[in-house]
């Protein structure tokens, strides 16, 4: 007799990793299917960017995993939005005591369990060997060793690392005896301990102790290149280590003052049930297994996770690993990252006043407290939600009156070309339009639509006008504040204008110099003034980034040459905003010039001689020959060129990330920081697009009734 055929459980498992913990995890997953054929299980590696809207946007749906590897500070926007699922009583509650401390706990929300902990992550004291012995116990001693190496070598450091980034301040907060949020996740940050941990960091920076406006790639090659003995940062940092380096690692130093070490945040990687998972049971067996201290092994001696099993632990060659010695003592002295929606918002506002701290543009009680107004502010209620009844009555009136409008022309239009016997025209632009139908036209549409609702952990609620009503009258700030539609508007507009005037002076002029026949080798110069414009503009606006530095740039470096006072260019607007402006000039000259030569190709020589016989000079010849006749080929060139520049969101986001505190930010970047980084205000962020497309395209009617009258 034949035995029936049992076909395997297929379970989906996906993840971010890459490198060597890809490998070890994946590794991890063949192990299982090797010794289980009943439940086979596939692991899918996705970039870490994207991830987690990918995760909200598949599993409602039943597209996505069975199981997904997730951080746990996004377990609480998760499981608002029906993404994971409490695994009560799928997992026996004395297994969760395998463990470590502290790795558990932040997968609860509400009281429920969301996963089985398999790693955590966080941030220790990185040290070079060759250039201390002992890394300080205190931050007196930190201070004290500081101190005495800006003495003794100018530009070089004991410590570098970013301290403008509110996550690795967190670890100096904590150890104040501070806190984020308080018992009620409401924020707390300008409390005493929060205070005094502000102005010890305030302290290193005014006494040059810190490198200036460092960043992850300043810290790590000043460490690299043995002008840093020590740097903080988590377990991603040991890839980034220069061959032949010699480190050590060790837990961040105690406060002096309070005795306390100091505690960054903690991050748990989670195995998670996703919300529509086809066999929970299967899918916890395969987690509890991952989870499990077989699996941990694997992960820690290959992928060189900090594993969260406590039985890995005890292997020999695990426990005398250094580097996973010291984040597992680290541990003890962490805090985990709030699970809570206001943390969501702590982020922006607490790196602002950071960073005007240790610029000197603010004392620290000042600027942590309006950093709490922001946070307070941003967590509102919602808008009371409306009825779409009478909005959806209006839009329907208005695509009738539009389809109408559109048949009108259409008909006119056809009589034009001679009628309905002349349909080739139209078949040939059927292609082009039906693309721009799926790939602007329905898009824009959505968006638009999204600007009416009010988004919340992946539920949205019909607000109408609302989010327009809120930009218009700039309810989130006063008209002078940064964060202000009229403010921001008025940065982008005069952006615009610089921007396009030393776009057509500069393009202008340089065309002009290569017309002359006189000039040798014009070839090798065209070629040269297009190479900006040809290299990609988020990779010229990170050269130009890292010109700008106020420390390590060329710029500054140049202005030391010539005895002059450098200069913190993002610490100003109007530094900050030249830098932008200087960068996007260097990228726009180009195409301005490439126009202006091929309208200059097409002006007859005989006019520039005919007035030159009669008497003008070189001047006049440009002013009433050259120049009108350039008029109709440029404007719509600086049309083209005002669109792309109003919208020119990577140098901003890039050169200045809008600072300071905002103040260079476009409408572009500012829509961008309203739908991913001020709690995910995706129909804010619209209407702000919405309102975008209406300035412009007000903008482009206007400009294409000046070519017309100048045609």
Known sequence: ????????????????????????????????????????????????????????????????PDLFVGSHDALGDWARAGVVTPIEGLVPAGSLTQFLDGTVA????????????????????????????????????????????????????????????FFYHAAWLHGFGGHILDAHDRPALSSEPSVAALAFVRTMADEELLPSESTSVVATQLFNDGRAAMTIKGPWFLGDIAQGVPFGVAPLPVVSSTGQRAAPLVTVEALLLAARAHDPKAALAFGAWLAGPESARIRATRGRQTVAARAAWDDPEIAADPILAAFRTQLSSTVATANVPAMNQVWEPANEALRKVLRGAAEPRAALGAAERKILEALRPPPPPVRAMPYAFALALAGVGAAIWTLRRGRARLAAVGGPGHGAPWAYLAPAATAMLVLVFVPFVVGAGMSLFWHDAGHWTFIGLRNFTDILSSRDAPITDPLSFYFTLAVTALWTVANVTLHVVIGVTLALLLRDPMLRLRGVYRVLLIVPWAVPNYITALIWKGMFHRQFGAVN?????????????????????????????????????????GALSRIPKELEEAAALDGASRWQRLRYVILPLLRPALLPSVLLGAIWTFNMFNIVFFVSGGEPDGATDILVSQAYRWAFTRGHRYGYAAAYAVIIFIILGVQTMLTQRRTEEAT
């Open 106 to 165: 932040p997968l609860r929300v509400g009281g429920h369990l969301y996963g089985l902990p398999l790693a955590f992550k966080t941030i220790v004291l990185f040290y070079r060997t060759d250039l201390i012995a002992t890394p300080p116990a205190n931050t007196d001693e930190l201070m004290k060793l500081a101190r005495a190496t800006r003495a003794a070598s100018p530009g070089h450091y004991a410590l570098a690392y970013e301290a403008g980034d």
């Open 557 to 597: 470096g140049i202005l030391v040459a010539l005895h002059l006072t450098p200069v913190a260019w993002f610490s100003r607007f109007w530094t900050s905003f030249t830098a932008n402006v200087v960068t996007n000039v260097w990228l726009g000259f180009p195409f301005m010039m490439v126009v202006t030569l």
């Open 1 to 64: 007799m034949i035995a029936p055929l049992v076909l395997a459980t297929q379970l989906v498992v996906w993840h971010s990793y890459r490198a060597d913990e890809q490998r070890a995890f994946e590794a991890c997953v063949q192990e299982w299917n090797r010794a289980h054929h009943d439940v086979h299980v596939e692991a899918l590696a996705l970039p870490h960017d994207g991830y987690a809207s990918k995760l909200e946007a598949a599993i409602p749906r039943g597209n996505g």
